[in-house]
């Protein structure tokens, strides 16, 4: 009796250790969750506009900073501050000195060009594709995902010899991140930025490019746009307090 009774003590102990080892194993295999990744982004920006209507066309550079409130592997916010030169002009656009001429042609045509800096400060929510983690644990999350993107922000236009102008943008765009390691993450991103002000194209002589038509303009028809094309490397910070199951 007292031989059995060991035997079902020593059974206990090691179903009790092999259990106690799949247990350090699962947690050792857990993904650990952020609440939050800082970076920067370096890329190239064009504008939309009555100077230039071809995407990618007169491309320059930009910078941008970065900040994203993680909400769960799906959904993040981010906010920018970002800094980007644009410039366009009209040669082979017809523009006239005249929007409103009464000459069968419309107007003396002109030709105008424009160099400025454009600053953008927003947020935009993010809707990853799949989740995104190390794909480390149970919970089945993807290293890589592509996602979407939209949001709100200003942008403030500024230099060259023209006056300074501000207004609302609405960001919309694509993008894919990979997580390189636990806490580093790289992609690409691409988002176009419609502005409620038609003044991004001023010019030292005055606003040539604002409604050269003469027609009429609403809150963001007829306005300028801009766009940035950005590489990106962030770092994960503050990790999530995990639940105990104690």
Known sequence: MARKTEQTWIQTAITACCLLFVFAVARAEEEIEYKMDMGAGLGGCFYIGDANSVPFSNLSMMGALTARRILNPRMAVKANLAFGHIHGTTDGIFIPTDAYSQTPEGGIPTKVGFSRNVLDIGAQFELNF?????????????????????????????GGGAAACGGMNIPVGIG?????????????????????????DATPEGTQL???YGVESGMFKNKDSYSFAMFFITYDMFPKYRKCNN
């Not at 894919?176 to 991004?200: A, C, H, Q």
């Open 130 to 158: 799949w989740g995104f983690g190390t794909g480390v644990g149970y919970k089945g999350n993807s290293r890589i995902t592509p996602y979407i993107l939209a949001g709100a922000g200003v942008t403030i236009g500024m």
């Open 176 to 200: 894919v991140k990979y997580k390189l390691k636990p806490r580093v993450n790289i992609g690409f991103e691409w988002t176009m930025r419609f502005s409620s002000t038609d003044k991004l």
């Open 210 to 212: 604002k409604d050269p």
